[in-house]
């Protein structure tokens, strides 16, 4: 039923083919992109397919350098080879002592014909010819390792960032230094220059700060912190332009623009995706289009399905935000932990806030709003923790009204609390203290704000009066329940246990409508579709199954490589996303079932599922094959011995059959075409004095056309098929003849039938017999009544009639 189509940008990434592990290491130039992943490096164009593939090197690519019609690559073994890049062939190779010299930077100096220069983890420093394979010069270097090379705008001049910290600008053709700097955040990540006329030189730290030196005056000019919340993995001017990229490890993409005073830089645009792999994902709102995403590095984002222009993050937990920013983000002690689960609305989300979450371990639930793109105004917990925080008491369900006015959360210790959303205000709890003896593992509110129904870790579910805060009914289960979900919609309430068994309860009748089985580990998330008829479920055994309500039955069933954590099906139907283990991205499946042929017929006991890669940015081959199994399979005329099977036709071909009378006359037109009369070239006149003309002569010139044949009447084969059957006793073809002809031609073919219209009665007697027979089948069952009723009006009575005048 899943079809895999997209990969949500959570991560950053090119839309092209997706290579088979994590890529290590990536390089471009003017024409291709190279990526590397292990031993292996690929050469891409016009970013989306893999036109060159180079493998020679035995241990891991750590380092690449495009070189004109070569390029360069480096493994940890410290193996240096050179590949040329149209032929794939490997042009040099030169192997470095480790203990001596372990390349960590490569670069090729601008203007330097066939070389380039090498950096070492020992310090020093060695120019290579490549084409003539000579060590041309070595720089004793500085004794501590070279992180990173990169070329300044001046010929000759280079910066080095070292390990400790320090970054020389050297002129390698006198083997000169012309100015040092030093950093305090560790080891130097990164370097890049402005060309656009300022001086400035741009340096990363592994903290995520970025320092921008004067070249000029040789001194700090502004320092970026917390511009990445983890390293700075790489940084680049944008050539001529005040404009400066980075990406890091937080797994966020950023343009900075250096517009204002004092030189620091602003964001100007940004793309980033959770740093930790996202632990609850749901829609928000009806249109499908936007994704809300908590994940583990404690922050809550929104992902657009349609363009990532349209992504939002509305930033981390904080108990104080005022604090928090004073502090920064690296001595931020007032950081909430992770979201585990959160509920929204869109009604009023411009009035107040409409998303409220549960964080891992802590009572306290925070409110967002998500047209301000930030947290929310409000702490939510109860009135008796207001003053000091409980231990071993946390917050484990939440859910919202349909309206947006109130929120409902559960606790550990079995208390169920309603909150106002506009005013934070406590509004009451279930119970006279606690709703449940056991945690509470969820809750749900009906979609006219009725009832609420928890479920409790003891194994009971109940059902509760949403103003008056009274119990309704309670039912026990068959086991502990991990979670619940309601469609609001249709009113089932979707129960996991901890069993790994799943039941649909109807909340109208308050019974267990549905039970399936087929889970081998913990029940992760559930996700109804938007008409409610399928409930799609994952699970930690690696598969995501979806059940038919209908019929009870589980319809289709995948496994993925890694379990999935969350499940969120689209309002209009057309795409499943999923989360999963250890992943940072949003996964997207195309609803099949919309666009070709898939089969309905539930999957066999003995099923076993195939693995199913998850989806990329690039068409997928499989996309586009049928279901064959659904276009070979067609349907028996009858299902079964004791079943009644109707026909196909459409109601017009046998309903009206009694009414062809009424109809006729309806249609007959009241009063006969009149033929035209012929006048003749001469036009008669009276003779006289004055002339005149002679009047037309009134005739009645209309007759009857129809001819009645009588006995001379020809066969028709429907007549002469019948007859056939007195002696084959087979009624198969007269009945397929039948059921193609019209309403008209089958009242004219039955009253041929009968004598006076030329047949006979021993067809008369054959007709029966067929209809006995489609009686006795018991399909065509409606045809059969028809043809039965129309007989046994047009020529049975009819035989009467005559019967009594004689």
């Not at 009806?286 to 994704?291: A, D, L, R, T």
């Not at 089948?777 to 009723?789: M, S, T, V």
Request: glycine residues 8%.
């Amino acid at each position: 039923y899943w079809c895999a189509v997209a990969y949500v940008n959570t991560c950053i990434h090119l839309k092209c083919n997706a290579l088979p592990q994590d890529i290590t290491c990536l390089a471009a130039d003017r024409m291709l992109i190279f990526a590397s992943y292990d031993n292996i490096l690929h050469a891409f164009a016009r970013n989306k397919e893999v036109v060159h593939t180079y493998g020679g090197h035995k241990a891991r690519i750590h380092l690449l350098q495009p070189f004109g019609d070569h390029v360069i690559s480096v493994d940890v073994d410290n193996i240096l080879i050179v590949w040329n890049i149209q032929s794939e062939e490997e042009y040099l190779q030169v192997d470095f002592d480790k203990a001596t010299f372990a390349v960590s930077a490569v670069l090729h100096p601008s203007t330097y014909l066939n070389k380039i220069l090498l950096g070492s983890e020992q310090g020093s420093l060695q120019l290579w010819n490549i084409r003539s394979n000579k060590l041309l010069y070595s720089f004793p270097g500085w004794h501590l390792a070279v992180t990173t090379l990169e070329q300044a705008p001046a010929v000759d001049v280079v910066a080095v960032g070292l390990v400790s910290g320090h970054i020389i600008v050297h002129n390698i053709k006198f083997d000169e230094t012309l100015m040092k700097f030093q950093q305090d955040w560790g080891p130097i990540t990164a370097i890049s220059f402005r060309t656009d006329g300022h001086p400035v030189m741009a340096a990363g730290s592994p903290v995520g700060h970025i320092a921008l030196w004067d070249l000029e005056e040789k001194k700090l000019m502004c320092q970026m912190q917390d511009a990445h919340s983890t390293a700075i993995a790489g940084m680049s001017f944008v050539p001529g332009e005040p404009l400066l990229i980075t990406n890091g490890a937080d797994n966020a993409i950023r343009v900075w623009i250096f517009d204002g005073p004092g030189g620091t830089g602003r964001i100007l645009r940004s793309r980033m995706g959770h740093s930790a792999p996202p632990t609850k994902i749901r829609y928000h709102g009806q249109n499908g289009e936007q994704i809300l995403s908590a994940g583990q590095d404690g922050t809550l984002q929104s992902f657009s399905t349609v363009h990532e222009k349209f992504n939002k993050s509305l930033g981390r937990g904080s108990i104080n935000k005022k604090k928090s920013k004073k502090k920064g983000l690296k001595l931020d002690t007032m950081v909430l932990p992770p979201i585990t689960v959160f509920a929204s609305e869109v009604a009023h989300q411009s009035d107040w806030d409409n998303i409220v979450a549960c964080h891992q371990g802590y009572i306290t639930c925070t409110t967002w709003n998500y047209q301000k793109t930030s947290m929310g105004a409000h702490k939510l917990r109860p009135e008796e923790f207001s003053k000091h925080k409980p231990i071993d008491i946390y917050a484990t369900a939440v859910d919202m009204t349909s309206c947006g006015n109130f929120a409902v959360i559960g606790l550990s210790t079995g208390q169920v609390d309603v909150y106002n959303m506009q005013s934070g205000i406590h509004r009451g709890l279930y119970g006279k203290e606690r709703a449940h003896e056991g945690a509470i593992r969820g809750v749900a509110v009906d979609g006219l704000n009725q009832l609420v129904i928890t479920a409790g870790s003891e194994g009971l579910i109940k059902f509760w009066k949403f103003k008056t805060k009274d119990l309704v009914y309670s039912t026990e289960l068959s086991s502990s329940p991990s979670g619940i979900l309601l469609h609001r919609d249709s009113g089932i309430l979707g129960i996991a246990f901890d069993d790994f068994s799943i039941n649909a309860l109807d909340i109208e009748t308050r019974k267990i409508v549905r039970t399936f089985s087929g889970h081998h580990g913990r029940i992760n998330d559930m996700t109804f579709s938007p008409d409610g008829r399928w409930l799609i479920t994952s699970s930690m055994d690696c598969t995501i199954k979806t059940w038919d309500l209908p019929s009870g039955c589980l319809i289709d069933c995948f496994l993925v490589d890694s379990a999935a954590v969350s499940l969120t099906m689209s309002p209009t139907g057309d795409f499943l996303a999923s989360t999963h283990v250890d992943d940072l991205g949003i996964y997207l499946w195309s609803n099949r079932s919309l666009y070709s042929l898939v089969s309905l017929r539930p999957l066999p006991a003995d099923y076993e599922p195939s693995v199913v890669t998850c989806p990329s940015t690039c068409p997928m081959q499989g996309d586009e094959e049928t279901c064959d199994e659904m276009i070979e399979y067609v349907s028996p005329e009858q299902l079964g011995e004791q079943l009644v099977t109707l026909s196909s036709l459409p109601e017009s071909r046998w309903k009206n059959l009694l009414s062809l009378d009424i109809i006729k006359k309806k249609n007959k037109p009241r009063e006969p075409p009149k033929v035209p009369k012929s006048a003749p070239f001469f036009i008669p006149t009276v003779p006289g004095l004055i002339p005149r003309y002679i009047a037309p002569e009134e005739g009645n010139d209309t007759q009857s056309k129809v001819v009645n044949l009588g006995v001379l009447a020809q066969k028709s084969d429907f007549y002469t098929q019948l007859e056939e059957a007195l002696s084959t006793n087979e009624y198969t073809a007269p009945l397929r003849l039948l059921k193609s002809l019209g309403p008209s031609n089958i009242e004219i073919e039955l009253r041929g039938l009968a004598p006076e219209g030329g047949g006979s009665m021993e067809v008369m007697l054959s007709f029966l017999r067929m209809i006995e027979m489609m009686l006795h089948k018991k399909y065509n069952f409606e045809l059969a009544q028809a043809y039965l009723a129309l007989f046994l009006k047009e020529l049975v009575l009819k035989i009467e009639c005559n019967a009594g005048r004689i």
